[in-house]
């Protein structure tokens, strides 16, 4: 079975400063990890993806995020927040055809 | 405009009152996914497609039903809605390639029940 847990349903920074959205998950074999953004009244985006080939993956809009297989974790990070990225953020897991499961989600909240 | 269309963006059923989530995609994609989206609860998969012709269910199925007769459509129906569906229906394609887990998603559809 596969699952991720997001810790945080809510987080604020100050704009300029570290944003660190946590993200753990659970599967039985090696698993495809995402980080996808949702703004207000839209769909999902994807942000970046780790499929084995690094441990840090880079993705859209400055974010990146480390996977580390001891911590079962997918932590995604931007080193200096804006106004901009004030969002909602899931994580999600998969390691096979066609089926991907989504975190609860951490709404990000940028303070001016 | 080139992506994954919903209609209709709102609804408002009556309990027993059947409908059907339209989704249509441009962007040629194989494997195309329904969610529904629920506070607190992140996405949850309803039922995806693989490929024209073939559906298989996900985490929630029941109370709704799929079909996917060709490759740009793939529409959910509720055959008697419950208030337990009042939701945010999302459509997705896969970009990619099929298992590569990059969705492309639509606006969402509103769906109350009351």
């Known amino acids: 079975a596969q699952s991720v847990t997001q810790l945080g349903s809510h987080v604020s920074v100050s704009e300029g400063a570290l944003v660190l959205l946590r993200c753990n998950y659970s599967?039985?074999?090696?698993?495809?990890l995402f980080w996808y953004v949702q703004y207000p009244n839209q769909g999902l985006q994807l942000l970046l993806k780790y499929t084995s080939a690094a441990t840090l993956v880079k993705g859209i809009n400055g974010f990146e995020a480390e996977f580390k297989k001891s911590e079962t974790s997918f932590h995604l990070t931007k080193p200096s927040a804006h106004m901009s990225d004030a969002a909602e953020y899931f994580c999600?897991?998969?390691?096979?055809?066609?089926?991907?499961?989504f975190g609860s989600g951490t709404k990000l909240n940028v303070k001016p | 405009n080139a992506g994954v269309t919903q209609t209709p963006k709102f609804q408002v059923l009556k309990t027993g009152q059947s409908m059907t989530l339209q989704c249509a995609q441009d962007m040629n994609h194989n494997s195309m996914y329904w969610y529904r989206q629920d506070p607190g609860m992140g996405l949850r998969l309803i039922y995806y497609?693989?490929?024209?012709?073939?559906?298989d269910k996900g985490e929630v199925p029941n109370g709704y039903n799929v079909s996917r007769l060709n490759k740009r459509e793939f529409s959910l129906r509720l055959e008697s809605a419950a208030p337990s569906q009042t939701s945010v229906y999302f459509c997705a394609g896969e970009t990619g390639g099929a298992g590569t887990g990059e969705l492309f998603f639509g606006e969402g559809s509103r769906l109350t029940v009351l």
């Open positions: 599967s039985s074999v090696p698993p495809y």
């Open positions: 999600a897991v998969g390691n096979n055809f066609n089926k991907f499961y």
């Open positions: 497609s693989a490929s024209e012709g073939t559906t």
